[in-house]
Every structure is written in structure tokens, then in C-alpha cells.
């Protein structure tokens, strides 16, 4: 099938007097790895939620691998799309692989199938086998959340969303859950769009970095093409933020002060 991934054309979404999209229009291409990001309440969750479904737009259109969300069952679109959010909402009473194969299970996949693509997650998220019978309850956060990872690719998705998805794990987990995640989505050839607080992490991981600002698209190109081409202030001070702070890392270390 041709065409974009995903694309979002006039998409408004108003709570109250608050416009919390105000006429986006984005269209994301089939592999691309796309960042949104923005300050408290410029929309980016509530955009990323019109992809799948879960907030229906007042206005505007949004089209899913060619296929219009408003006309879409629900649940079908759901099962066809990976979604990974912070606190990963893992089923406590199940095991780990009793989570990771609900929606193949959903789906009627037979039990050898699923037992096997159990098998395959564990190792693509890079997990032992034995985590499999072990309850969630058992696992550390970086492990909660790679199972997180696994259960949202667990039907064989083309395109996943995630929502601040390893906002609530300490830095060395954050950054090596971030690269293995990278690493699968480029293996899987997948289309992923990620909402992140954390500029180093949108400017490391993605290919390209959507900017949104009370409800409205403000910036959207690659890294290197947003820093050396914007022209507002704010979104140039939001791209520069990892630079800052590494100056600022470098300068302690080396007992110095930053400019």
C-alpha cells in the first residue's frame, strides 16, 4: 500500500476554551522514526492520541496506513497499531508472557504461534526466557517497560506510538532502553512516532523532530535542519538545550564555569 503512514490534515481538539489542537496537519512517511515535542500542553499527547483513536478530532481528518480512523472499528485499529506509554499498564495478575500475547490472542492466533512469537519478543527486547513465567510485580522498571515494548509489538505492528515511554526509568536505563528501541525500529522496519519531554533524546533518536506549541505545528524538520534554519526564538532555545547542558556537565567535571 502507497502513501504516508499516518496523515493528519486540519485536526482540531478543544477542551472547553482550550484549544488543544488547533488545525494540525503532519503527514509521516512509512519508516520514519518522528519525535513530537513541546512544552506542558502544546498538544503533543492529545496529537498522538488522535492517531489511534483515543481522542476523536472536532475537525479535520486523520488517516492510518491509507485507512480513515473515524470510519475504523475502534478496536480493530488499536490491535493494529503498537502503543507504549510511561507507566507500561502492565496486567499485575497475569505473567509476562500471558501480557504480551494478549492482543495475538485477541486476534485468534493458535496457542503454537503465540508461544513462539512470545519467545521471539523476549529475545528482540533482550530479556531471559525465565521472565516469561515471572509476574510483573517481579521485574524492575527497565524490564516493565522492554516488556511494555514487546506486548505493543506482539501483532506484528507496522507503526507504534509512544508516549514519554521511558520517562519514569533512571538515565542508563533510559538511554539503553532508547538505543535498543531504536535498533528494533529500524530491524522491524517500523514507522514509530514518540512524545518526549527530553530533547537529547528526541535529537538522538529520531530522524526528525515536530515541534508544537499551544496546539500548533511551530517547527518540524531534521535535527540539524531545525537548528541551523529556525528562526524563533524559542524553538531554537529548545533545540539547544542538550548543547547547554553539556557544557554545563563539562564545565563541572573539569571544575571550570560554563559561559
Known sequence: MAGPAIELSGVEKRYGAHAALAGVSLSVERGEFTALVGGSGSGKTTLLKTINGLVTPDAGSV???????AAAPPHDLRRRIGYVFQEVGLFP?????????ITPRLL????????GRVVNLLGLVDLPLEVG??????????QRQRVGVARALAAEPKLMLMDEPFGALDPL???????????????LGLTTVMVTHDMAEAVLLADRIVVLRDGAIVADGTPADLLAQ???????????APKRQAERLRARLEGTQAP
Request: no cysteine.
Open 173 to 187: 536505563t533510559r538511554d539503553a532502553l532508547g538505543t535498543d528501541y531504536r535498533a528494533l525500529h529500524d530491524r
Open 93 to 101: 495478575h497475569l505473567t509476562v508472557a500471558e501480557n504480551i500475547a
Open 230 to 240: 529556525t528562526r524563533d526564538a524559542g524553538v531554537r532555545a529548545l533545540l539547544e
Open 108 to 115: 485468534g492466533w493458535d496457542k503454537k504461534r503465540i508461544d
Open 63 to 69: 488517516r492510518v496506513l491509507g485507512e480513515d480512523v
Open 133 to 142: 513465567s515471572r509476574a510483573p510485580a517481579a521485574l524492575s522498571g527497565g
